[in-house]
């Protein structure tokens, strides 16, 4: 754990240079905008520790898997977002010395990353080896407005003489990624060109093995300006071409006290949107656009879109800094990851903000993500998430048949680009079935939240048949017990692997099968859509659907009499039933334990039968959620990303006040405070959206039920107030949970209904109903 | 399957040239002898699939292993057999033409591996395109009298010309593996020297990253004659060098169907054997030895080893060419990979025909290897196997350490070249600990065998105890079922991955824990030899007995008390229990299925709650062999090498006949038919031996008990007679196994008594005990 980041209500501040955590700093302040992204990386030459990162969304490569011995049912390939064109690239000379923070004397650093503005801003005083002195100031954002965009202003003021400087804005696209099998470069070079302050740089990815994945191309574009005493400056420059790089090498006299002003603009488009042949032209028609507009306009047009998202999702938490600073830094990434407007994308588990995990599409999305953006969003944007899933299907169909299911069952990917399975982590991942379950879980949820019974018609109940089927060929029936069994997987708990009867997996199951034939009754109201679907799927719902009932009826799951607890797979009693707190001196578990024993021991990396209970929570009384909690969570190591937000929704429930905090804290500050020790290979993007549940489903109590939103709040002894907002059925409301009072305002024209505390409570359009506690 | 080699007792033929097959034959006439070996590759060139492959015994490279990602435990690295220098090669040109057998017309083609002399003949008539023909006959062979040392007659015939042909007999090192990482090349240059008619190459292994792995150095160097007209010929040469390359051109003049011999001498010489500066040396000083020599000489030598060696070790089978050919063809192989002369080495599963699986030592060595050499060698050859494992016990107690075990508990590795664990096979081989039981089955056998105890005081107990301890370690308390349980396994049926209480292990477990106690009292014989050895391992026998007792008392098995049968592990019943001609057309799953069908499935891949029935035969009666066979032999796939040889003696022994027939024919045919698809990577060294086991143990039934030999032999009804020896206790013994009649002869110069289907017979020296069927 670290301690180095200022706590602050909306800033992530670095006073002072750290270089042994500067890869920490640069993932906490990536930027991003749903279309690009990067790392903190500074925009002059810098040769100390630094992950550089550039990325462009639905950019990929397929790396050859690495494996021992191949067996048939392999992903041929791990996807890897990579990394690409550096365009934020400002080289500066001055005597022949580059300006570099690892070879200088620094006087003064601070570092801020704005997350009401979304910016990024730095400041160094540093010392030449020649003993010169000077200032530099970045300010920097990924345009919210102008999403293929970015720009930088790039102040540079000497302090202790006057003279000539060199600096070159370039775009460097001569890049790799760090986890590269033997450092490969993804990029080729298709064309650049150069004219006076401007360059392009066209890269393609290189050609894959595989047909199936598209080589991409991206047009990096950047045209600058030069500003002296305020006013234009009209330079002369210098075209640099070499291999995969272009600049514009500039000329300056600059003076004491004086700052010289650069502003690079730079776009980022993609064969993904735009006509290969159209690449180029229309980069420059798009550099053009935006450098006519200036600087301070598209910051303006930058800062109204954060001010709009902010207005819907800001969680204020008062009396508690760190707690307020870790929520808003959660939400921000999560709006800098994903936009919700292109349903081909897809939430990557590190986002913009490093190269780790590969793929961007993990059952995260459905069973963290979809949550936060029913709430905080337009309703397409959770709807694009699960038609990406729909679009999809066919590939899960493949991906079951390559595994020996037939008939039209889809057992969808476990890390996927683009709905093929591109993982490489055998161990752990192949068995992890219960993915298929979590897509499922979103449709329903989907439609609880937002009462859009239609999707299922539209788009849901094929992609449910689907996965029913895989799940009633996935069972089997077990003579021996008289029942179906569900053998050889691994479930949430990746500290397993290869178990039979999950508990978790086997309740999704069941569930999921129990959803399709109410699903398939509301879908028949319309028979003529019901027989296109049944047709086009091949589906024949009398057999299918008693098949489906009779593994309903007769599924086995694990338990103990005894306890009275589920059990998380057959077998887990046989384990030495220790608990977390014996084995302090050992944790991380996952840092500090062979596999081997890892794999042995009761300790759970995340939530599994818990997982479960807070999914199907009205399925299980109170009190079998605090058997179960209390026999789960001592064993529960947290050692997934994942875990402790569910720990605080249910600890919340049970009245576990000070558990709930602990955990949320956990969640929130993660990668702030680098928990795991692992925040430098980027931010656990994916989980943050579960901190987002954690306040508003945990301290909150959030819950929607029959159509109506649920609140049970409680405000933690930490905490003076906190509050929130939530869309829901197109309205907009605000909780605000104080001490004596929680208050809710509608901030919509109409009506709103909602449960609060098992009462319900009407607020008028534009009103606030305030109920004491 | 394929069926182009012709059947033939003594002799692997292929008749008339396969290419499509060549990778295949160049396995089944692979050459060795024990310290230096190759594949039947042709000395000219040869543009057409082929798998180059020389290699020096105890020369490796540690090759990064590949994983998606890494957890503890993991091995650094895989440890690979390399292809190391070429020394057969002689490339032959006419008028500017390489000679090519993929690129020449052929006229006749034959290629002999006769096995009762251990030579390679192979005779080519091949048309150039520039329309010349001739005829190559090679003759070659690894000398098992001069064991670093191999010799080549290349014979040129001119069938339709006479005219200048030049030769080029050359050491080659710049070769790679076909499994490399990236086709790296393993091999650095040190030195090279040519002189007239000689060469002399110096190569090192690369420096690895592991400096646990030392740089390996190999000298190669040749010599070579030329006869014409029977007279050795006077010729001229023209030195070759380049990168890793040596060689020596000679122009000669040749005649119309006139044979021109040359006469090739090489040797090998590897920095295991030779310090680095005395390698070249050594090298010129052998060269010269067996260049003074000459070619029939060093024949002859090589052929009396052989003789030797049949003498000891054939099994003569009457009426079944095939299964005469298979058995031999078992014992040649197995005869070429190991000596027993050198207690550094071991048995690799490809021996010197191949590359895959990397590393030299499995536990196929104690479970298969060790009764071949207990009944075909010198009992110190099966000692030296043993010993093998004692000089890697520290390696062995830090590979536990690696794990989390502690105290002086050792985990032998799974594969090893050193005592390290090597693998690179995580979704099997990770947590197949049997293999330890088996390290300690081997001491057992080779005691029973030899009555040789005191190799426990000297080399045993050490082993014993520190495996005793793994086990006291590696199982747990299971409060649920009170008693112990062994989580997260995977026992021989490598087609199960991480299951809980494999039968075999805990077995074996519990019987090591046994067999240490009884060792322990039989040490303790001698009280200062004992203290020495419980001081060296910090042992405290109170203590640490009474710990080992107690589990040997609570060791949980699990049993299915319906068929009566033990389970393979927990949770086998669950499994839809098909069996394998149900699914006929499926086979081989491993090629037909996905890994995770295949772990979910009920079928085996090779013998395990048998290999246990197997090992320990005394603890079962016949009835519950019977039901354990009847239960899972047609769940059996054999998809193992391993496999069949197990159930031809249990078979045997159960009076099936059928099923023990077909099974031999499986195993001792494995290769020259190429059952399993895969003989072009190599031959199954290892499962060689389960051959010879299948004969000897399996018809012959022979067992030793209580120091004494037993036998009841089966004649299978194929067979007119089989008949094969025996070294017992210092004496050699035939047994004939008639229809009629079963002889034993002794061959020694003492009385013996053995018990033939339950009788006492007693042979006396010399002569011929007969007893009537």
Redo the contacts between chains.
């Keep these: 754990m670290k301690n180095y980041i200022t706590h602050d209500e909306w800033c992530v501040i670095e006073e002072g240079f750290h270089p042994e955590y500067n890869e920490i700093t640069e993932s906490l302040m990536s930027l991003g905008n749903g279309r690009m992204g990067q790392r903190g990386n500074f925009e002059e030459r810098y040769s100390g520790h630094s992950l550089q990162g550039n990325y462009v969304a639905g950019v990929w490569f397929p790396d050859k ?5 191949w ?4 992903p041929n390939y ?1 996807a890897k977002v990579i990394n690409a064109c550096n365009w934020i690239g400002i080289h500066v000379e001055i005597d022949g010395e580059a300006v570099d923070l690892a070879e200088s004397n620094i006087l003064g650093f601070k570092r801020v990353l704005n997350m009401k503005d979304g910016t990024l801003w730095r400041s160094s005083e540093i010392e030449l080896k020649s003993g010169k002195r000077l200032k530099i100031e970045s300010y920097r954002f990924c345009n919210m407005a102008f999403d293929e965009s970015g720009a930088i202003k790039y102040a540079i003021t000497p302090l202790n003489f006057s003279g000539e400087i060199v600096i070159n804005p370039f775009l460097d696209g001569d890049v790799s990624n760090r986890d590269s ?2 450092g490969e470069k993804f990029w080729n070079e298709v064309e650049k060109e150069t004219a006076h302050g401007e360059g392009y740089l066209t890269l393609e990815t290189r050609k894959s093995a595989w047909d199936t994945v598209p080589v991409f191309q991206v047009c990096s574009g950047m045209k600058f300006e030069i500003y002296q005493d305020g006013k234009a400056f009209d330079f002369k420059s210098l075209p640099v071409k070499s291999e995969k790089f272009v600049g514009s090498e500039v000329k300056l006299y600059v003076f004491e006290g004086e700052e010289t002003i650069i502003y690079k603009y730079a776009v980022n488009l993609s064969s993904e949107n735009y006509k290969t042949e159209e690449l180029l032209t229309a980069s420059k028609a798009y550099i053009d656009k935006i450098f006519d507009l200036g600087f301070e306009a598209l910051l303006d047009a930058h800062k109204s879109a954060w001010a709009e998202k902010w207005n819907q999702n800001d969680i204020i938490i008062k009396g508690d800094v760190a707690a307020q600073q870790g929520i808003r830094f959660n939400i921000f990434h999560l709006e800098q990851t994903y936009t919700g407007e292109d349903a081909r994308l897809n939430i990557g588990p590190k986002g913009f903000t490093g190269e780790k995990y590969g793929g961007v599409t993990y059952w995260d999305t459905e069973a963290y993500c979809i949550p936060f953006y029913l709430s905080t969003a337009d309703k397409k944007v959770a709807r694009n998430l699960l038609v990406y899933r729909h679009n999809q299907l066919q590939k899960a169909i493949e991906n079951a048949e ?3 299911f037939s008939g039209g069952a889809a057992l969808y990917p476990m890390v996927t680009m683009n709905g093929e399975e591109c ?5 752990i991942t ?2 992890e079935i219960h993915r298929n379950g979590a897509i499922a879980y979103a449709i329903y949820d989907y439609i609880n939240y937002t009462g859009d019974q239609s999707y299922l018609g539209e788009y849901g109940l094929d992609v449910l048949i689907s996965i029913s089927r895989f799940w009633s060929q996935r069972v ?6 008289q029942k179906y ?1 569900m ?2 997987v691994t479930g949430p708990n990746e500290y397993e ?5 999950n508990w978790y997996t086997n309740y999704l199951a069941v569930w999921t099968l129990k959803y399709t034939l109410e699903a398939i009754d509301l879908v028949r109201k319309d028979e003529n859509r019901f027989a296109e679907i049944a047709s086009g799927l091949a589906f024949d719902v009398t057999s299918e659907s008693e098949k489906w009932q009779h593994i309903i009826d007769n599924m086995y799951f694990p338990y103990d009499e005894e306890r009275q607890v589920f059990l998380q797979q ?2 887990f ?5 220790l608990t977390v707190d014996q084995i302090t001196e050992h944790r991380p578990i ?11 021991s009761c300790f759970i990396k995340q939530a599994d039968v818990l997982q479960g209970m807070y999914f199907f929570e009205d399925d299980f009384d109170l009190e079998a959620l605090r058997r179960n909690f209390d026999f789960y969570e001592p064993m529960t190591v947290h050692e997934s990303s994942l875990s402790p937000c569910v720990h605080v929704i249910l600890a919340n429930k049970l009245g576990k006040n000070e558990k709930a905090y602990e955990m949320y804290v956990r969640t929130a500050r993660l990668d702030i405070d680098d928990y795991n020790n692992d925040t430098e290979d980027g931010l656990h993007i994916t989980s943050m959206a579960g901190t987002w549940m954690s306040v508003i489903k945990g301290f909150g109590g959030m819950r929607v039920k029959g159509g109506k939103l649920h609140f049970s709040p409680v405000l933690p002894e930490q905490w003076e107030s906190f509050s929130f907002r939530i869309g829901f059925g197109g309205s907009l409301i605000q909780i605000n949970i104080e001490k004596e009072a929680v208050l809710v305002e509608n901030l919509s024209d109409k009506d709103v209904v909602i449960r609060l505390y098992d009462q319900d409570v009407v607020v008028e359009a534009g009103k606030v109903a305030r109920q004491s506690k």
């Design positions: 898997t690495r494996v021992g011995w067996k048939n049912g392999y791990f099998n033997h390559k595994l020996g993982h490489n982590e055998w161990e192949f068995e089997n029936w077990s003579t021996d017990k069994v053998l050889g692997n290869n178990v039979n009867n057959d077998g009693l046989d384990k030495e039933l996952n840092q500090k334990w062979s596999w081997d024993r890892i794999l042995r």
